[in-house]
Structure formats: structure tokens, C-alpha cells
């Protein structure tokens, strides 16, 4: 149990398709993140919300829409990927983005998406 | 701009013996200095942090590490190494006069405990 749960944990789409990835967590924190893992590179920080505004957007292609309803929930809508866009998503929340926050991140288990 | 580097890819150790996996950094003023672990088809855990005070921090299953400010690296350890150890080991800094709230990772260190 992470307290990050992330829905799909396995994704398979076709380069036409749209699909969205779930994260939701039970800590009430307060930032929460996406991230993307490609074998052989570093983490890829994409998205970052604070209290459901978006306060990074990491030059991430416009395929990928990220939405924050609430503090508890973040989504990753997937439209039109290409081949190289297959990687573990990973979703991670912390406190806060500064402050008294000092900013451990707590992580789901990933989605790994599949483009076919 | 700010970087970590971890600069062995893999590090192999034999189960008892002790353990370390390098991380060095770029970050002009004081960040806050992070050690996770991600298992197979798992998400990232955290281990421990630096922030201040001690240069040598404890965390979780029996790991520490030691924050060396002249040399700008934050080393894990464990006197002891376990089969179970074997998983992906990443550095990471957030914060420092430019960083804010953003959190930079090494590309990773992976670890193989033998038995």
C-alpha cells in the first residue's frame, strides 16, 4: 500500500485511440505530479499541480492532457501517441511544493502504456 | 543548471558484504538531497533525505547515507547487504537557489546482491 494508486496498471493503444490514466491519493497532500520512466533514461518530470492548478508543464507534447479535479485525483488524457511514447507513467504526490513541505515524493505503482 | 549524476549503471555485491552507490550533484545552495528504491514493475519508495544538520542520515531497511558538502555528494551505505537489496537505486535533489519545488533525478544505479 503506497497511498498513490494508479489505474490502468497496464495500458495497450493503438497511435489513433484516446485513453486516460487515473492517479488518486489517500495522503492529503496537497502537489501532485506526473512523471514518465523510459528504459535507460533519467525520470522525466511532465506535469505538476498545486491545489488542482498546473504549475509545470515540462514542454510535454500537446497529446498528453493532464487534468487535476481535485487534490486527491490527476488524470493523464492520451491522444494520438506515437511508438515512443511507451513507458511507465508514474504518478507522485508530496505535501506541498516548499515552505515547511521538505519534499518527499510519494509514488504510485506506475501504468505502463504500451503504443502500438 | 542543476544535475545528478550517479555514475556507475550497476553495482554488484555479495550478500553480507557492505554496500555503497555513488551519487554526486550540481545544485548551487542547499538542496534537499532524497535516496529512493524502485523494485520490478513497482513504483518508486522513499528511502531517506538530507536537509541539514547530521552528514550522516538513516533510513529505511537499514540504508544511511552521507551527505559530503566539498565534495557534493551524498553517498548510500549499508554494512550489510541482503539478496532482497537487489532493485533500482536513484539519487535525487530538490530545491537550492534555483531548483523550487521541482525534484531532478539520477538516471539510476541498478544494485545485484549475491547470495
Known sequence: ETGVTQTPRHLVMGMTNKKSLKCEQHLGHNAMYWYKQSAKKPLELMFVYSLEERVENNSVPSRFSPECPNSSHLFLHLHTLQPEDSALYLCASSQGLGGSDTGELFFGEGSRLTVL | ?115
Do not use: M
Open chain 2, 1 to 115: 543548471a542543476q544535475s545528478v549524476a550517479q555514475p556507475e549503471d550497476q553495482v554488484n555485491v555479495a550478500e553480507g558484504n557492505p554496500l555503497t552507490v555513488k551519487c554526486t550533484y550540481s545544485v548551487s545552495g542547499n538542496p534537499y538531497l532524497f535516496w529512493y528504491v524502485q523494485y520490478p514493475n513497482r513504483g518508486l519508495q522513499f528511502l531517506l533525505k538530507y536537509i541539514t544538520g547530521d552528514n550522516l542520515v538513516k533510513g529505511s531497511y537499514g540504508f544511511e547515507a552521507e551527505f559530503n558538502k566539498s565534495q557534493t555528494s551524498f553517498h548510500l551505505k549499508k554494512p550489510s547487504a541482503l539478496v532482497s537489496d537487489s532493485a533500482l537505486y536513484f539519487c535525487a535533489v530538490r530545491g537550492g537557489n534555483t531548483g523550487g519545488f521541482k525534484t531532478i533525478f539520477g538516471a539510476g544505479t541498478r544494485l545485484f546482491v549475491k547470495a
